[in-house]
């Protein structure tokens, strides 16, 4: 048990390592921002999931809310950042519970998980402008089709994790922003643009991770059949 733990924290840092990296392919700023911006962790944050589980996901995102905390900041850019990587962790669960396959038989994890875009379509809806908007909640029942329809297509479950995080994030900024409704339905298009990009960055991110671990796995073996023939 202790080593199942040490073992997935350890994968939470490595791929928070990769995040961190790829953090610095920047996109384009939130519409509305001036400080938040599209980058290539939103590609990479969520897979800690996929591979280490809970676990891998919630000591990735410690150590990265950790880091941004300062004494200058403890008391706004600490919120910001707990704030920014909520989506990213809710994206995370999803490919814990559902895209890794653990709890593939599980119904009861796989309502749940369908009850979070169901919940964001609601929560978005009851604010003033966002219910002058309602069509922009239509992309999250990709998410709720994705967690009840028992499948094991990798490119779906990426569409769902990605527009999970996009559910979870529009919901705290309809809340905490002020946008017009006009401009909300007019990134309609624009978003299914930037998640298909996410979704097939997640799906490529998983080839060349799962390659890497391949050849890890073989070079290890190698090294381990040459001590062993030095040693005997």
Same mark, same amino acid.
């Given at each position: ?35 938040? %911006? ?22 990735? @995102? ?22 920014? @990587? ?52 239509? %992309?999250? +029942? ?14 779906? @479950? ?63 073996? %190698? ?6 023939? +030095?040693?005997?």
């Amino acid at each position: 048990m202790r080593g199942t733990i040490i073992r997935d924290c350890g994968t939470g840092i490595v791929i928070g390592a990769l995040t961190w990296c790829v953090g610095f392919i920047r996109g384009s700023f939130i519409v509305g921002s001036k400080m938040a %911006f599209f980058s290539g962790a939103s590609m990479i944050a969520p897979l800690a999931g996929a591979y280490g589980g809970i676990t891998a996901l919630l000591s990735m @995102h410690i150590i990265r809310v950790s880091l941004m905390c300062t004494p200058d900041s403890l008391l706004s850019w600490s919120h910001i950042a707990l704030a920014y @990587h909520i989506p990213t962790v809710c994206a995370g669960v999803y490919w814990a519970w559902i895209g890794s396959g653990k709890y593939y038989t599980w119904w009861s994890v796989r309502i749940g998980m369908a009850l979070l875009p169901l919940c964001c379509m609601m929560l978005f809806s009851c604010d003033p402008i966002g219910s002058q908007a309602w069509q922009y909640t239509l %992309f999250w +029942l990709i998410p709720a089709a994705s967690a009840l329809i028992p499948h094991k297509h990798l490119l779906f @479950h990426a569409y769902a994790s990605t527009f999970i995080a996009h559910a979870v994030g529009s919901v705290l900024w309809v809340w905490t922003h002020t946008m017009p409704p006009t401009l909300w339905l007019g990134l309609i298009p624009v978003v299914m643009i930037e998640r298909t990009a996410i979704a097939l960055g997640m799906v490529c991110s998983m080839v060349c991770i799962e390659r890497g671990i391949c050849y890890l796995s073989r070079i290890y073996a %190698f090294s381990h059949y040459i001590v062993s023939s +030095l040693a005997s």
